[in-house]
């Protein structure tokens, strides 16, 4: 029974330890959200989340075909119509300074749940219309728990936010 209560104290430990490295970190310290992501995105909570997405069917697909965003070429998206997803996502990255996060390899339904959602969190600040200040990550963040289970993971990421 000790063990599992020092195990437990362990966790806990780590969790507040990575959320406070979180929060004094500068904003898009991609370390600092995987280690927190890696601490708090345990089996059960992403089981649930899994569940969650996959009640419908278009969420039950994507688990069995498990699409990727795959190498995004920013000059090339550049030359469509300005008023594409590929063209606002280019334009996006690129205003902002951002680079593509290295695609990851999955080969289950929590790491293609959690590669999906690194990969696709900067489409979805075009789609949602939330800009990257802290505001906006809280929009978007908000977002993401009305879509997905919300998990100690997505209300620690909004309770940094708010922080900030």
């Known amino acids: 029974m000790k063990t599992l209560i020092d195990a437990e104290q ?12 979180m929060v004094k970190a500068p904003d898009g310290d991609f370390d600092a959200i995987s280690q927190l992501s890696k601490t708090l995105n345990e089996p059960k909570s992403l ?29 090339q ?8 997803l590929g063209y606002a996502y280019a334009d996006h990255m690129t205003k902002n300074g951002l680079t593509q996060l290295q695609a990851s390899q999955v080969d289950n339904d929590y790491q293609f749940f959690l590669a999906h959602i690194r990969e ?30 919300a998990s100690r993971f997505w209300l620690a990421l909004l309770a940094k936010n708010l922080l900030k």
Request: proline share 4%; hydrophobic share 40%.
């Open 10 to 21: 362990k966790w806990q430990n780590e969790a507040l330890e990575s959320f406070f490295t």
């Open 47 to 75: 089981k649930l989340s899994i569940e969650f997405v996959s009640r419908h069917q278009q969420g039950k697909q994507a688990f069995i075909e498990r699409p990727r965003l795959g190498n995004v070429v920013f000059p």
């Open 77 to 84: 998206l550049l030359t469509l119509p300005q008023d594409t």
């Open 120 to 149: 696709t969190h900067d489409l979805w600040h075009i789609v949602t219309g939330c800009d990257t200040s802290i505001i906006g990550e809280i929009q978007l963040e908000a977002f993401y728990v009305a879509q997905l289970y």
